[in-house]
């Protein structure tokens, strides 16, 4: 997140530490992350939140958020990453990166 007072209050580090969650917060200035996260935060709405209002339950919204992650990550096509989902680019870069391990025989 950014350095906002709401996100460097001592009351969010509280209940952070509660759920055994680190802060991220990016560097003063640099707003690339925080452009990102709003980014995903738009389409997110787009793509799930607005075409499917009324939410009736907040379980609703939980699990329709589950089933929309998994669908992003493991089955959307995405132009920036050769049309080919997250998941999928990742292991592939791992994949290409990774130096073969060295065995011997003793």
Do not use: C
Not at 7 to 36: K, P, Q, W
Not at 68 to 85: I, M, Q
Not at 93 to 101: A, D, G, R
């Amino acid at each position: 997140s950014d350095a906002g007072s709401q996100y460097t209050s001592f009351r969010l580090a509280e209940h952070l530490d509660t759920a055994g969650t680190a802060a991220s917060i990016g560097s003063v200035g640099d707003a690339y992350g925080n452009a990102l996260m709003e980014s995903m935060i738009d389409l997110f709405e787009t793509e799930l939140i607005k075409p499917r209002r009324p939410w009736k339950t907040l379980s609703q919204v939980e699990l329709a958020t589950a089933e929309y992650l998994d669908w992003y990550n493991h089955r959307r096509l995405h132009g920036e990453t050769g049309h080919v989902p997250p998941a999928e680019y990742e292991a592939n870069h791992y994949l290409s990166t990774t130096k073969p391990q060295v065995t011997t025989n003793i």
